[in-house]
C-alpha cells in the first residue's frame, strides 16, 4: 500500500511528489500527460524556468523523482473507493492500488466556445490568462471574448498591456454600467455573434462575424469559465467553489477526509509557480498527518 496517491503529473502533482518522497514517504503519481496548457509553447512567470515548454518543465520534474523513489506511471484513474481508512484506485491501465491518502492534482479544462478556429488558437494566440501570455502581445490588437462583469474586468486588464482592445460578447448584451465604463476606457464593444477566426496555422488574423463584419486582431483572451478534468473529487464528495474549482483550505485539504487538492483545480490563482507552491504545501499537510497516526501509534 502507497502512503499517497498523487493522480496529476503537473507542476502541483510533480511538486507534492517530490516533497513527499524527500520526506520518505510511498509514492505512486499517475498522469495521462495531457495538462491544461499541453497546446501552449511555452509558460511563464516562473522564476529560471520563465519560456520552458510546459513539456520540458514535466520532463524535467519528473527525472528529479526517481532518486527519492516516487515511482511513476503513464495512467489514468478512472475511480476511487473509500473503504474508510484506504483508498482503492482503479488504474485506466488495469489493475487497483491502495493508499492512504490522496492528492488530486489533475487541473481543470477550459470551457472552450464552439466557434470553428477557436480550438485551433488555443495556446497559441486565444489565451485565459493576461498575467501569463500578456507580455508576449503587449502592443498588438487584443480582443477580450465573455458575457457581463468578467469580460469587462478582463478588458481593462488588458490594457495594461495594450491600449487596442475591444470587448466581444457573441450575441449577449452589456448592461449600460458596463458599456459607460469601457467607453471611459476606450474599449470598443462588439455584440455580434462570431462565426469564426480565421488564422493562418493558430495565427489569428481576422474575427469575421455572423452579421458580416469582419475585425483583425492578433490576440484573444478569454473567460468562459471552467471545469475539473477529473470527475474523481466531484465522486468522492469535494465541495466546489463558484468558479467550478475544488473548496480547499490554505493547507489543500477538502471537506473529505485525506483527500487534498492542489493546483488549477483547487481555489488558489492558477499560476504555474502558484500550483508547484500549492504542492509543497499539500504534501507537507499530509507528511505531517501521517506523523501525528505513527507517533500516536
Known amino acids: 500500500m502507497y502512503d499517497v496517491l498523487v493522480i496529476g503529473g503537473g507542476p502541483a502533482g510533480l511538486s507534492a511528489a517530490l516533497m513527499l518522497g524527500r520526506c520518505r514517504r510511498r509514492v505512486l503519481m499517475c498522469?495521462?500527460?495531457?495538462?491544461?496548457n499541453r497546446q501552449s509553447t511555452a509558460l511563464h512567470g516562473y522564476?529560471?524556468?520563465?519560456?520552458?515548454?510546459p513539456t520540458e518543465f514535466n520532463a524535467l520534474g519528473r527525472a528529479e523523482l526517481t532518486q527519492y523513489g516516487v515511482e511513476c506511471r503513464h495512467a489514468g484513474v478512472t475511480g476511487v473507493v473509500d473503504t474508510g481508512s484506504q483508498y482503492?484506485?482503479?488504474?485506466?491501465?488495469?489493475?487497483?492500488?491502495?493508499?492512504?491518502?490522496?492528492?488530486?492534482?489533475?487541473?481543470?479544462?477550459?470551457?472552450?466556445?464552439?466557434i470553428p478556429?477557436?480550438?485551433?488558437?488555443?495556446?497559441?494566440?486565444?489565451?485565459?490568462?493576461?498575467?501569463?501570455?500578456?507580455?508576449?502581445?503587449?502592443?498588438?490588437?487584443?480582443?477580450?471574448?465573455?458575457?457581463?462583469?468578467?469580460?469587462?474586468?478582463?478588458?481593462?486588464?488588458?490594457?495594461?498591456?495594450?491600449?487596442?482592445?475591444?470587448?466581444?460578447?457573441?450575441?449577449?448584451?452589456?448592461d449600460r454600467r458596463a458599456r459607460a465604463r469601457l467607453d471611459r476606457n476606450r474599449v470598443g464593444v462588439q455584440e455580434a455573434e462570431i462565426e469564426r477566426l480565421e488564422h493562418d496555422n493558430g495565427r489569428l488574423q481576422v474575427i469575421a462575424f455572423?452579421?458580416?463584419?469582419?475585425?483583425?486582431?492578433?490576440?484573444?483572451?478569454?473567460?468562459?469559465?471552467?471545469?475539473?478534468?477529473?470527475?474523481?473529487?466531484?465522486?468522492?464528495?469535494?465541495q466546489l467553489t463558484t468558479k467550478g474549482t475544488v473548496n480547499t483550505s490554505s493547507?489543500?485539504?477538502?471537506?473529505?477526509?485525506?483527500?487534498?487538492?492542489?493546483?488549477?483545480?483547487?481555489?488558489?490563482?492558477?499560476?504555474?509557480?502558484?500550483?508547484?507552491?500549492?504542492?509543497?504545501?499539500?504534501?507537507?499537510?499530509?507528511?505531517?498527518?501521517?506523523?501525528?497516526?505513527?507517533?500516536?501509534?
Request: glycine residues 10%.
Open 31 to 36: 498522469d495521462l500527460g495531457e495538462p491544461r
Open 47 to 53: 522564476l529560471t524556468r520563465d519560456g520552458i515548454s
Open 88 to 114: 482503492v484506485a482503479t488504474l485506466s491501465t488495469g489493475g487497483k492500488e491502495t493508499a492512504r491518502y490522496l492528492l488530486i492534482a489533475t487541473g481543470v479544462i477550459d470551457d472552450l466556445p464552439a
Open 117 to 174: 478556429g477557436f480550438h485551433d488558437c488555443y495556446g497559441r494566440c486565444v489565451f485565459h490568462c493576461p498575467y501569463c501570455d500578456g507580455w508576449e502581445q503587449r502592443d498588438k490588437k487584443l480582443a477580450a471574448f465573455g458575457v457581463g462583469a468578467a469580460v469587462t474586468g478582463l478588458a481593462l486588464g488588458l490594457t495594461t498591456w495594450s491600449r487596442d482592445v475591444i470587448v466581444l460578447t457573441h450575441g449577449a448584451r452589456l
Open 210 to 238: 455572423a452579421d458580416g463584419a469582419r475585425l483583425e486582431r492578433d490576440a484573444l483572451f478569454f473567460t468562459t469559465g471552467q471545469h475539473p478534468q477529473s470527475p474523481i473529487a466531484i465522486a468522492l464528495g469535494c
Open 251 to 297: 493547507r489543500c485539504e477538502t471537506n473529505v477526509a485525506r483527500v487534498f487538492v492542489a493546483g488549477d483545480a483547487s481555489r488558489d490563482a492558477q499560476f504555474v509557480v502558484v500550483a508547484a507552491a500549492e504542492g509543497v504545501k499539500a504534501a507537507v499537510a499530509i507528511n505531517r498527518a501521517l506523523q501525528q497516526q505513527e507517533v500516536h501509534a
